[in-house]
């Protein structure tokens, strides 16, 4: 079965610092899609972020970009110029890719993130 | 204006009592699935949906019934073998391999 780490349950910056969420994961699979999705107070889950396995090239969405290092099964998101509306719970997830059907995801526990302004 | 809504936000259950938690998408995706997130614990899959009329059970099944009768619906009865049932869930549509988007959530108290 997959699983999903995060080792840092709290993290905290300051704004306009850059910070670095940390993940891992266990699979057997060549195939597969990682997430960071964000949950703000209001529990809302939204999409931070995609990386399909099969990429080399790490994703970027605006201030957001993740490091990929498939060998290490590993992948970070990071997080630049931070803002008071980044302030959430940041989870990592996986899926399996095409092979596993529309498969659900396997989600690590979850990072806290505090920015101080 | 498309999206995926769940009702009712606050639901409360008795001892012994089956609810069912309502799920509903117009984004006409193929897929549905329903997690439970409880406190500290990122979300587990309960079940999901790959086409109407048929379902697969997630992680943590047990206690839990769904039924797809119809694209657009994918309703959770939490029934009264569901020991913890205590918890707040999300229902998620994808369309197929891709990215899962989802509800507003329900959440679920025990009287």
């Known amino acids: 079965a997959q699983t999903v780490t995060q080792s840092q349950p709290e993290m905290s910056v300051q704004e306009a610092e850059t910070v670095t969420l940390s993940c891992t994961y266990d699979t057997s699979e060549s195939d597969y899609y990682l997430f960071w999705y964000k949950q703000p107070p209001s529990r809302q889950m939204i999409l931070v972020i995609r990386q399909e396995a099969y990429k080399q090239q790490n994703a970027t969405e605006n201030r957001f970009s993740v490091n990929f290092q498939k060998a290490a099964k590993s992948f970070s998101l990071k997080i630049s110029d931070s803002q008071l509306g980044d302030a959430a719970m940041y989870f990592c997830?996986?899926?399996?890719?095409?092979?596993?059907?529309?498969?659900?995801?396997?989600f690590g526990k979850g990072t806290h993130l505090i920015i101080q302004p | 204006d498309g999206g995926i809504t769940q009702s009712p936000k606050y639901l409360f259950r008795k001892e012994g009592q089956n609810v069912t938690l309502s799920c509903e998408q117009n984004l006409n995706h193929d897929a549905m699935y329903w997690y439970r997130q409880d406190p500290g614990q990122g979300l587990r899959l309960i079940y999901y949906?790959?086409?109407?009329?048929?379902?697969q059970k997630g992680d943590i099944a047990e206690g839990y019934s769904v039924s797809r009768e119809k694209k657009e619906s994918f309703p959770l009865t939490v029934t009264s073998a569901q020991k913890n049932p205590t918890a707040f869930y999300l229902c998620?549509?994808?369309?197929?391999?891709?990215?899962?988007?989802f509800g507003p959530g329900t959440r679920l108290l025990v009287l």
């Open positions: 997830a996986y899926r399996r890719g095409s092979g596993g059907g529309a498969d659900g995801l396997t």
């Open positions: 949906s790959q086409i109407v009329n048929d379902f």
């Open positions: 998620a549509t994808g369309a197929g391999w891709e990215t899962q988007y």
